[in-house]
């Protein structure tokens, strides 16, 4: 079982950046896969950036490579996600996602095996 908990949402400018925080609870934080992924209103949700348990892999989704940079702290059981950037249609509620590194599988892992999801911070981008 794992919690987690995102913050660092706000309001920012075009061309702004933030850095998003979810801080993980569980038995073995390290032990999970960590995801981050974005829904905007009337929109389906999107996979933005996923990172391994040990931090040695990462994936992004095409729109974010280059502007998004997802890293870990397993020390700190948090995950991170820098926006840099920032574009009008970034605006969504970001969510940060677990899932059991001991699935194994596909890289990244699909939707369905992320089980442990946070309750989403705003990120509003202005123009």
């Known amino acids: 079982q794992v919690q987690v908990v995102e913050s660092g949402g706000g309001l920012v400018q075009a061309g702004g950046s933030l850095r998003l925080s979810c801080a993980a609870s569980?038995?073995?934080?390290?032990?999970?896969?960590m995801g981050w992924f974005r829904q905007a209103p009337g929109k389906e949700r999107e996979f933005v950036a996923a990172?391994?348990?040990?931090?040695?892999?990462?994936y992004y989704a095409d729109s974010m490579k280059g502007r998004f940079t997802i890293s870990r702290d397993n020390a700190k059981n948090t995950v991170y996600l820098r926006l840099n950037s920032l574009k009008p249609e970034d605006t969504a509620v970001y969510y940060c996602?677990?899932?059991?590194?001991?699935?194994?599988?596909?890289?990244?892992?699909?939707?369905?095996?992320?089980?442990?999801w946070g309750q989403g911070t705003q990120v509003t981008v202005s123009s």
């Open positions: 996602a677990a899932r059991s590194g001991v699935l194994g599988g596909d890289w990244p892992p699909p939707l369905y095996d992320y089980r442990y």
């Open positions: 569980g038995r073995t934080f390290s032990a999970y896969d």
């Open positions: 990172i391994s348990w040990s931090g040695g892999s990462t």
